[in-house]
Each structure stands twice: as structure tokens, then as C-alpha cells.
């Protein structure tokens, strides 16, 4: 099943929908999180209207405009050591013990075509490559071989990120906080695990991920690639706490999936009138335009 947030062509109301084919059909549910609160990962329950829009005539949203919370973790080996080298600095021995994560601005979120304002005193915007998994029932002390029970779906992520910012809070001992405060776009698309069942790969699945700036690919990888799975994630998320349905679960940057890691005198830092358009396989396109 294909989930999605969208407006209605004529009234402009917000509704959520399943995506078939080139077609889209209302559900019962007017918001994703009244959707995942009630269904608790029991898809049984959506009824479709029997009326469909065109894909192309509706205003696709986020797939879930307003989480209820978004952790965002730091699970690509390859990212972590590239992006550490840059700056002399070694995998520190601490990532191989636990999967890490920070919480970012759930209330900042930007539906997957919109653009992105350019913070004022950014000179260093980055963007993240991600994937992202939507908890869709709640739970505490949830165990890794459990965790997939509460996974509604997953989605692209892109981390727009400040780097310079970053780089000033770090030093302090906190963060990332205000660097990753003011955007965090996701995917229209809400895609349930059914729907990757045959791709699994490792600790994750085998699906190609790829980053381009105004129409030149800028890196990617495959989310197989990935060395703590979703299910070690919750369970440190949910280790003492309680997850709830709406909550969204980011993987962290697949390896060259930001400028952080790359050569900067060929590949700079965004500036206005960029587009950064992000792709992985079954879950689809996200483009935005910094403005």
C-alpha cells in the first residue's frame, strides 16, 4: 500500500489517500496521524472511497505533514568516516556501541515539492540523503526482534542541514540543534512494508538512493549499505519511552549523500536557486528550490 497526504483539487481540504497506479483515492481520514493513531498498523480498517483524483490533479503533501516527533539517527558508516576524515578526526570507538541519534524541529516539516528558504546566515546549506520509517503503533521497551511490528512504512528524508552553525554548536558539546532547526522534507509518499518485502538486504534493503543538484547527480548509494537496521533504532528510541503512532524514525545520510563529505571546490555549498531533487527506489522523488 502507497499512503499519502494531499489537497483537494477543488475545495484545497486536506485529506489522505492510496495511491494506485496514476491514481489516488480518498480514504476515511483526513490527516495521517488520525490514520496511524486509529488503525495502530492495521491497515484493514481504510476504506477507500470509490471516487479517484488523477495524481498529477491533487497537491501532493508530506506524507506525514505533522509527525508527532522526529528523531533523526546516524547509521551509515561510510558517512560518518567520510564526513569525520574531512576534519582529521577518526570513527569515534563510542558509534560501533549503540546507534546515536538527535531529535530535530518536527513542526518544520516541507512537503516534497516546496521550496526551501535559505536561512539568513547560512553560508554552508547542505541537504541529506535519507530514508525515514513512520512508527504506526505505540509502544515502550520495544525489542529489535519486535520492532518491525510497529513500522507503518518509510519515506525519502531530506536533512537540510547548516553546516557553519553545526560546526560553531558541536564545539560547545551540544547539537545539532539550531543547524538542523528550520526545514526537513519528506517524501509524499507513505510506502508499507509489504511493499519492500522482497528487497530485503542486510540490515536493511536493497534500493538505490541518489542525490542531484540542478540535474547533476551529486552522489548516492544503497540503503543496504546501512550498519545499525530500523529495528536496533527503535529499540534504543524506545528504551525507557514510549513511541507513539506518527513518530518518524530518519536513517541518518547514506554514504556521499550530502556536500559535508564531498569536495567542495567542485561541489559548493547551496546557494539560492538551487534545486536539490533526492530519488530512491519505490519510495519516489522529492525536489526543492532553495529560495
Known amino acids: 500500500m502507497k499512503l499519502c497526504t494531499f489537497r483537494h483539487p477543488r475545495t484545497s481540504a486536506e485529506h489522505v489517500g492510496c495511491v494506485v497506479g496514476e491514481q489516488v483515492f480518498p480514504t476515511q481520514f483526513q490527516s495521517m496521524l488520525t490514520l496511524l493513531e486509529t488503525c495502530q498498523n492495521d491497515f484493514s ?17 508530506a506524507c506525514v505533514p505533522r509527525p508527532k516527533s522526529l528523531r533523526d539517527f546516524y547509521a551509515f558508516e561510510t558517512h560518518v568516516r567520510q564526513a569525520r576524515q574531512k576534519r582529521g578526526l577518526d570513527v569515534p570507538p563510542e558509534w560501533y556501541e549503540f546507534p546515536a541519534f538527535y531529535f530535530s524541529n ?3 516539516i516541507t512537503a516534497p515539492f516546496a521550496p526551501v528558504k535559505k536561512p539568513r546566515h547560512s553560508h554552508m546549506l547542505d541537504y541529506e540523503l535519507e530514508m525515514a520509517c513512520v512508527i504506526g503503533k505505540d509502544g515502550m521497551d520495544i525489542s529489535r526482534e519486535t520492532a518491525e511490528d510497529y513500522i507503518a512504512g518509510y519515506c525519502i528524508m531530506n536533512d537540510w542541514s547548516i553546516r557553519d552553525e553545526q560546526m560553531r554548536e558541536v564545539k560547545i558539546g551540544l547539537g545539532p540543534a539550531k543547524a538542523k532547526d528550520f526545514a526537513t522534507t519528506l517524501g509524499a509518499f507513505l510506502v508499507t512494508k509489504d511493499e519492500l518485502a522482497d528487497r530485503k538486504a542486510g540490515k536493511g534493503f536493497d534500493l538505490e538512493m541518489e542525490v542531484f543538484v540542478n540535474g547533476k ?5 544503497n540503503f543496504k549499505t546501512i550498519y545499525y537496521s530500523f529495528a536496533e533504532m527503535i529499540e534504543r528510541a524506545s528504551r525507557d519511552v514510549m513511541l507513539y503512532a506518527g513518530d518518524v524514525i530518519g536513517s541518518g545520510t547514506v554514504g556521499t549523500g550530502c556536500l559535508l563529505e564531498l569536495d567542495n571546490s567542485r561541489f559548493p555549498y547551496l546557494e539560492i536557486g538551487d534545486v536539490v531533487e533526492m530519488r530512491i527506489e519505490r519510495l519516489g522523488t522529492i525536489r526543492n528550490q532553495v529560495v
Do not use: T
Open 45 to 61: 480498517r481504510i476504506e477507500l472511497q470509490p471516487s479517484a483524483f488523477d495524481l498529477s490533479s491533487v497537491e501532493l503533501l
Open 106 to 108: 518536527h513542526h518544520a
Open 217 to 221: 547527480r551529486y552522489g548516492g548509494g
